[in-house]
């Protein structure tokens, strides 16, 4: 699991550890992962794969193996269809996805040469002490790179997808192409670093980044002139939001100069404060480049940024439709304009593809919750109530468990549905969506399959969206679902 820092910080974390005691502590083995609506488990091997070298907690059936999936945190597929990628505690796996049926393996046949590890005796060939405790996960425009954020290590690393998909490290520095165009001297790096709970820089990057700490989420902007990262601090009040500049052509990553590429959350060391970012765990950018989102889930809240797409540098919107938070705001924090109570816990952010809804996932005690967007001027406004939450009250009687601790969702490239995973639920769940007015609904409300793991915690969909792919840190497993 993660470090404990992120624990005592973040319940979703923490109840994860606790489904895993409560599995060991079972009789018999822990429930299947429940699905909910159309999607079924890839058959065979190539349906789940799991860490020969690690005992899957929960005694789940999942056929297929491959090294470095020890404690799977993230997945991401990349846009041609090809490779799926895992980050896992201990690293970062590269795996092939055939495009016909959804099944995966390790992208090469040796399963050690498609790993990279962060220590040394997890089988993997080769070994990068700057991926320990790997979260996060982001591809490029065009797939040619692949980045991973690492807690442990409060580091953003970069990689070049090899042959076969497998990764291969970027060259150490370079001073970039970027148009031409100098905003400063600081040279492209493969790797850059914050600060480590022992205080230890990774030798290997090249940059120090104010405000990078544990890494939460990571995203590229689809001009691929930006990379965004969230990170959570070592204390209250340090979590940020961190801009990187990348090169388009050679996939290094530098900081802004000064104090423009971070915000935190409260005055503290190196960033300007914005309120609104305690335990800011998801980030997301518009279509057209213009704006950022964020989720905090602490403050129970979601900030939008408009983008300078020439330096990628983040102002925060202002007004109403700039922060919009559950109303039980963290110590010290400052409550948003606009309040959702549903919003408590929020950790997961997808838009719809013409970017009029912005879809939250809220964790506690679980919530899908449907924001208006304003394209133009990139506000948030609240969206009709619509009782999917696992909490019963007034407005809705029935509260839906299969929600409770609702930790990641993703759109379908369509449009068509909203896939939502919980780890209270020990589900996955299609969210059928009206494309008219964005609004969702539970097509059945009783598990339609199950799933050949337990526990999940991120999802990831294929460029069509046929195939949904979940991740189990207590499997140390990676499975296939068709929709």
């Given at each position: 699991m993660k470090a404990t820092r992120t624990l005592t910080r973040h319940p979703a974390r923490l109840l994860v550890l606790l489904v895993a005691v409560v599995s060991l502590l079972s009789p018999g083995p822990a429930a299947a992962l429940l699905v909910y609506g159309s999607p079924r488990a890839v058959p065979g091997a190539g349906g789940c794969l799991h860490d020969p070298r690690q005992e899957p907690i929960t005694g789940q059936d999942c056929p297929g193996t491959a090294l470095g999936l020890s404690g799977a945190q993230a997945v991401a597929v990349t846009t041609d269809g090809r490779s799926v990628y895992v980050a896992a505690e201990g690293g970062v796996a590269a795996l092939a996805r055939d495009r016909a049926t959804g099944a995966l393996r390790p992208a090469v046949s040796q399963s050690a040469r498609a790993c990279i590890a962060a220590g040394a005796d997890s089988g993997c060939a080769t070994n990068d002490g700057a991926l320990s405790g790997a979260d996060a996960l982001a591809t490029s425009p065009g797939d040619r790179f692949v980045y991973v954020g690492a807690v442990n290590a409060a580091t953003v690393s970069g990689f070049r997808r090899g042959r076969d998909g497998v990764l291969v490290p970027l060259a150490r520095s370079g001073r970039g192409s970027a148009r031409g165009k100098r905003s400063h001297s600081s040279p492209y790096?493969?790797?850059?670093?914050?600060?480590?709970?022992?205080?230890?820089?990774?030798?290997?990057?090249?940059?120090?980044?104010?405000?990078?700490?544990?890494?939460?989420?990571?995203?590229?902007?689809?001009?691929?002139?930006?990379?965004?990262?969230?990170?959570?601090?070592?204390?209250?009040?340090?979590?940020?939001?961190?801009?990187?500049?990348?090169?388009?052509?050679t996939g290094g990553l530098r900081p802004l100069p000064g104090k423009l590429g971070c915000v935190q959350s409260l005055p503290g060391r190196g960033c300007p404060p914005l309120a609104g970012l305690e335990g800011a765990t998801a980030i997301t950018v518009s279509p057209d480049g213009r704006f950022v989102y964020v989720a905090s889930e602490l403050s129970g809240a979601v900030r939008g940024f408009l983008r300078d797409r020439s330096t990628g540098a983040l102002t925060p919107l202002n007004g109403r439709g700039g922060c919009i938070s559950s109303g039980n705001r963290a110590a010290g924090d400052v409550r948003c304009p606009v309040t959702v109570p549903q919003l408590a816990g929020a950790r997961s952010l997808a838009l719809s593809p013409d970017g009029r809804e912005l879809y939250v996932a809220a964790f506690d005690p679980g919530a899908v919750v449907v924001l208006r967007r304003n394209p133009r001027s990139g506000a948030l406004a609240a969206g009709p109530p619509n009782c999917l939450q696992a909490a019963s009250d007034a407005s809705c009687p029935l509260g839906l468990p299969l929600l409770h601790g609702a930790s990641a969702l993703a759109m379908a490239a369509h449009g068509s549905a909203v896939y939502v995973i919980s780890v209270g639920g020990n589900s996955l769940v299609e969210l059928l969506r009206n494309p008219a007015d964005g609004a969702l609904s539970l097509g059945s409300n009783s598990p339609t399959a199950l799933g050949p793991l337990t526990g999940p915690v991120a999802l990831a969909l294929s460029p069509q969206g046929h195939s949904i792919y979940v991740a189990s840190p207590l499997d140390n497993a990676v499975a296939g679902f068709t929709s």
């Open positions: 790096v493969s790797c850059v670093s914050g600060v480590t709970l022992a205080h230890t820089p990774q030798r290997r990057c090249g940059a120090h980044v104010y405000g990078l700490d544990g890494v939460a989420a990571l995203v590229v902007s689809a001009d691929g002139r930006s990379l965004y990262a969230v990170s959570y601090g070592l204390a209250a009040g340090e979590d940020s939001v961190i801009t990187l500049q990348r090169d388009p052509r």
